[in-house]
C-alpha cells in the first residue's frame, strides 16, 4: 500500500540527510517543506508565508499518494497541528500515514551539525544554534518511530524505518 511518510525533528537532526536516502533507496517521491517555502519567499524574503509550505507539500503528497505513490515528507514538523496537515493528507488520498520523529541526544553533536552545514537552497537561511534551542517544537511522543541521530548513521536509520514499516 501507498505510504505518505512524514519526518520531524529540529534542525540539524539529520532529517533531510535521513530522508534523502531513505527516499533514494526506496525508489519513491521526495518533498522538502523548505524547498518550497523558499521559492515562496524569493519575491519577498520577509514574507510571513504561515503553513503554506506546509499544505503545498501535503496537496503534492496526495496527488502523488492518489497515483499509487508513496512519498516523503521532509520538515521540522514542529506541532500536532503541523503533523495533522499531513495525517489528514494521507487520509484524503485512502493512504498509510507514517511518522518519523528524529533526534540527537547527544547535545555537542547536535550543535557542531548545526554550526557546520551549509545552506543547499539559494535565499534560506540556516538557523544558528540559539535560534534552534529557541525554537517552538514539540516532542511526537506518539510518532510511528523515533530515531537517534546521535546513535545510528544515515543508512542505519534508514534501515530502521524500512524495518519498522513493514
Same mark, same amino acid.
Given at each position: 500500500?501507498?505510504?505518505?511518510?512524514?519526518? =520531524?525533528?529540529?534542525?540539524?537532526?539529520?532529517?533531510?540527510?535521513?530522508?534523502?536516502?531513505?527516499?533514494?533507496?526506496?525508489?519513491?517521491?521526495?518533498?522538502?517543506?523548505?524547498?518550497?517555502?523558499?521559492?515562496l519567499m524569493i519575491d519577498d524574503p520577509e514574507r510571513d508565508i504561515g503553513p503554506a509550505g506546509y499544505q503545498i507539500a501535503a496537496a503534492l503528497a496526495?496527488?502523488?499518494?492518489?497515483?499509487?505513490?508513496?512519498?516523503? *515528507?521532509?520538515?521540522?514538523?514542529?506541532?500536532?497541528?503541523?503533523?495533522?496537515?499531513?495525517?489528514?493528507?494521507?487520509?484524503?488520498?485512502?493512504? =498509510?500515514?507514517?511518522? *518519523?520523529e528524529l533526534y540527537c541526544s547527544n547535545q555537542t553533536e547536535h550543535r557542531r551539525r548545526v554550526e557546520?552545514?551549509?545552506?543547499?537552497?539559494?535565499?534560506? =537561511?540556516?538557523?544558528?544554534?540559539?535560534?534552534?534551542?529557541?525554537?517552538?517544537?514539540?516532542?511526537?511522543?506518539?510518532?510511528? *518511530?523515533?530515531?537517534?541521530? =546521535?546513535?545510528?548513521?544515515?543508512?542505519?536509520?534508514?534501515?530502521?524505518?524500512?524495518?519498522?514499516?513493514?
Amino acid at each position: 500500500m501507498h505510504t505518505l511518510i512524514s519526518f =520531524a525533528g529540529l534542525p540539524g537532526v539529520g532529517k533531510t540527510t535521513v530522508a534523502r536516502h531513505f527516499a533514494r533507496q526506496q525508489g519513491i517521491l521526495y518533498l522538502r517543506v523548505d524547498e518550497i517555502e523558499g521559492v515562496l519567499m524569493i519575491d519577498d524574503p520577509e514574507r510571513d508565508i504561515g503553513p503554506a509550505g506546509y499544505q503545498i507539500a501535503a496537496a503534492l503528497a496526495v496527488t502523488n499518494l492518489s497515483l499509487g505513490l508513496s512519498s516523503v *515528507i521532509d520538515c521540522v514538523n514542529p506541532w500536532q497541528l503541523t503533523r495533522d496537515i499531513f495525517q489528514d493528507a494521507a487520509r484524503k488520498a485512502k493512504s =498509510a500515514f507514517f511518522g *518519523i520523529e528524529l533526534y540527537c541526544s547527544n547535545q555537542t553533536e547536535h550543535r557542531r551539525r548545526v554550526e557546520t552545514r551549509h545552506a543547499d537552497i539559494p535565499g534560506k =537561511a540556516l538557523p544558528d544554534w540559539q535560534k534552534v534551542m529557541a525554537r517552538d517544537y514539540h516532542p511526537w511522543t506518539d510518532a510511528d *518511530i523515533r530515531i537517534d541521530t =546521535a546513535k545510528l548513521s544515515a543508512e542505519q536509520a534508514a534501515h530502521e524505518i524500512i524495518r519498522n514499516l513493514k
